[in-house]
């Protein structure tokens, strides 16, 4: 098995995947809201033998009446991820790669998706858009405004998740890759 490395690559890199190999692998998005942590999630899904699990579209689908603010998002989530937790780690299990479509933005978050590769036996790739705020709500207010997401957020909101936004440290012993998109 190849060990991809840390390195900075472009959207059009991603044509053509550094990481391919025969092991299941559990692919994490690091990046603040509207960073394109779903665009860049949906480009690493196309490999064969892989499922992308959109954090967004199942809350949207599970409790979207019930989200009317940021704690009711981590809330829910959590639910999620106690829901969904035993399923990756089945399906890294059998054979296939998982992309998850949410975020691993804080320690704890990483931490959590950390014992599900770990318990798997499974490879992983930390992936990391570190776009700057204002790009992100640039594209955030276009996405609100074709409002196509499963949830609308505003710049306040934006701000307030990015207060808890901590890139990752070499101390986590993650395998980073970092893109441009």
Known sequence: MRKPVSRRVAAADLE??????????????????????????????????????????????????????????????????RMMGPHIVSLLKTGV????????????????????????????VLHVLDVPDDACLARLKRRNAHGEHAFTVSAEQFHRFTEHFVLPGENEGFKVMRHDI
């Open 97 to 124: 790669s998982v992309v998850l479509d949410y975020p691993a933005n804080t320690v704890v978050q990483r931490a959590r998706m950390r014992a599900l590769f770990e318990a798997a036996g499974a490879a992983h």
């Open 16 to 81: 053509v995947d550094p990481m391919v190999s025969d092991t299941p692998t559990l692919h994490m998005i690091c990046g603040k809201i509207a960073a394109g942590k779903s665009t860049l999630a949906a480009r690493l899904a196309q490999d064969e033998g892989t499922v992308l699990i959109v954090l967004d579209d199942w809350l949207g689908t599970l409790f979207g009446d019930q989200i009317k603010t940021g704690a009711d998002f981590l809330r829910f989530g959590a639910v999620f991820d």
